[in-house]
């Protein structure tokens, strides 16, 4: 019995963070009130309080799921055999279509992230600590089978996802939409480059 | 006799943007008005205006002047003797320290130029056009010395810039505030290594 509260409890916060990714998409974040999320899901805000003592909680839980399905894809592409270059390329190219897939179709959206990198969320640090760890973990395959040159792994990682910054950072992203280059793939090569 | 009247002209000009440069920093560029500028300079608004025709045109001569003191630190560590790698190490190095100190000490003009990045003011282009412009120069002559592998030294250029922006890009410097690594000089390593 217990069991199946539980269940119930975590899909009724599955479905607050669906609706309100939704209303967000549709109306942005900042116009989107818990009341309004609540009226969706037919329920009474005293309800959505017992899963988010606050509406900054909501916010943070929708860029968490969506950070959540970016490492998901890097993490599918980081086990897939075959050269680390090519992994990383990858990964790499994955990550900005993703984000740029957002920032194109969703730009109401996009503003929740915009937000959280202009207020420093800590999602936004949990999530590139997250990335890094998997860019490490590529790099170390690639020093191990010598296609890159021994060193620290996790500084390699750390120097590739601030070189790729303008790519998948909410901000620049919106800035530099008007300038063709660099191409990630030029900006991938420049970093294979430094690896090799 | 149109001479003198002419500096005296561009000598005010320069009075006018060295006013609102100075009350930028004691009480930021938004609370600053067209009136506080003319009060310093003991002179009527109408006059200020004849120089400016709004006062996001003083905005941007301020973020002008500040961009061409980087433009000509840049320049001058261009013109200097020694491997290109030096120089390119140097020139990162002292556009990092020039946009840290004033990043540091002057919170106030910062925010100008997070304002003139969001609102992605034609200056801004400008100014890293030119020091694309720079940096390229060191590093086609670092291609020639064959200290660097022969390419596209422009595209290099903007390679070089986009990976350091980290450092120079205002609103990535407070979101990167508390981040240690990577340094300025880990990351002209990893550039370095990219181009060698």
Not at 48 to 60: L, T
Not at 67 to 75: D, K, L, N, S, V
Request: hydrophobic share 45%; glycine share 4%; charged share 25%.
């Amino acid at each position: 019995m217990k069991n199946s509260t539980a269940v119930k409890e975590n899909d009724t916060q599955i479905d607050i963070i669906g609706v309100a990714e939704r209303l967000f998409q549709e109306v942005g974040f900042q116009k989107t009130t818990v009341a309004d999320i609540a009226r969706e899901l037919r329920m009474s805000p005293a309800n959505v309080y017992r899963f988010f003592s606050a509406k900054a909680e909501i916010n943070a839980a929708v860029c968490r799921r969506i950070f959540g399905e970016i490492e998901a894809a890097a993490e599918k592409i980081a086990r897939s055999s075959g050269p680390a270059s090519k992994t990383l390329r990858s990964l790499i190219a994955s990550i900005e279509d993703l984000n740029a897939r957002r920032f194109l179709s969703d730009r109401k959206l996009h503003e929740l992230f915009e937000t959280a990198h202009n207020e420093n969320w800590s999602i936004t640090h949990e999530h590139y600590e997250k990335m890094d760890q998997i860019l490490a973990q590529i790099i170390r395959q690639g020093m191990a089978a010598g296609e890159f040159k021994a060193g620290d792994a996790e500084l390699a990682a750390i120097l590739v996802r601030s070189a790729c910054i303008r790519y998948c950072h909410p901000r620049l992203m919106v800035e530099c939409a008007q300038d063709p280059e660099p191409t990630t793939d030029q900006m991938i090569d420049f970093c294979l480059a430094a690896l090799a």
